[in-house]
């Protein structure tokens, strides 16, 4: 009987208000009223940290280094960078086993419990993952993606001698 409006906070990167758009239109066609706020990324990262939000959307680099469990922090109960205050036993028992196992299956195994968990509890929604593509000919040197980063632009690209 009360009607249910949140406010979704966005930034312009990679869609971002597009996507938050997106699910506002969908929350509408089942009677949620959502207002979207478009900040810049500084903005909505201290909302983020202070709990400033309903609901809210962002890139997030998820395995810098190959292995997620820094990323899967964001949703572990006793974490400081759980800003949404998620809480599950059976995840966090499972996260704090996998600080310690050194097993690569077993470590796979235990991170796709953990994804199944987030994923079953709607904790988050993943909107997609974004193909990149980077160009060079022979006149430049060190033009090199890595799989796991979008910061291309370095001092590493030369003009080749």
């Given at each position: 009987?009360?009607?249910?409006?949140?406010?979704?906070?966005?930034?312009?990167?990679?869609?971002?208000?597009?996507?938050?758009?997106?699910?506002?239109?969908?929350?509408?066609?089942?009677?949620?009223?959502?207002?979207?706020?478009?900040?810049?990324?500084?903005?909505?990262?201290?909302?983020?940290?202070?709990?400033?939000?309903?609901?809210?959307?962002?890139?997030?680099?998820?395995?810098?280094?190959?292995?997620?469990?820094?990323?899967?922090?964001?949703?572990?109960?006793?974490?400081?960078?759980?800003?949404?205050?998620?809480?599950?036993?059976?995840?966090?028992?499972?996260?704090?086993?996998?600080?310690?196992?050194?097993?690569?299956?077993?470590?796979?195994?235990?991170?796709?419990?953990?994804?199944?968990?987030?994923?079953?509890?709607?904790?988050?929604?993943?909107?997609?993952?974004?193909?990149s593509n980077m160009s060079s000919n022979k006149s430049v040197t060190g033009a090199n993606i890595s799989v796991a980063d979008y910061y291309w632009i370095t001092t590493a690209i030369k003009p080749a001698k």
């Amino acid at each position: 009987g009360k009607n249910i409006e949140l406010n979704f906070l966005t930034y312009d990167s990679r869609n971002l208000p597009d996507f938050a758009e997106g699910v506002s239109s969908q929350l509408e066609k089942i009677g949620i009223k959502v207002n979207v706020k478009k900040t810049d990324a500084d903005t909505e990262w201290n909302m983020l940290v202070a709990g400033e939000y309903d609901l809210l959307n962002t890139n997030w680099m998820t395995v810098q280094d190959g292995d997620p469990y820094g990323y899967l922090d964001n949703w572990y109960g006793k974490s400081n960078a759980n800003y949404c205050g998620y809480k599950n036993d059976e995840y966090d028992k499972i996260y704090e086993a996998l600080s310690t196992e050194m097993n690569e299956e077993k470590r796979k195994d235990m991170i796709e419990k953990l994804q199944q968990i987030l994923i079953d509890d709607a904790a988050v929604m993943i909107h997609g993952y974004y193909n990149s593509n980077m160009s060079s000919n022979k006149s430049v040197t060190g033009a090199n993606i890595s799989v796991a980063d979008y910061y291309w632009i370095t001092t590493a690209i030369k003009p080749a001698k």
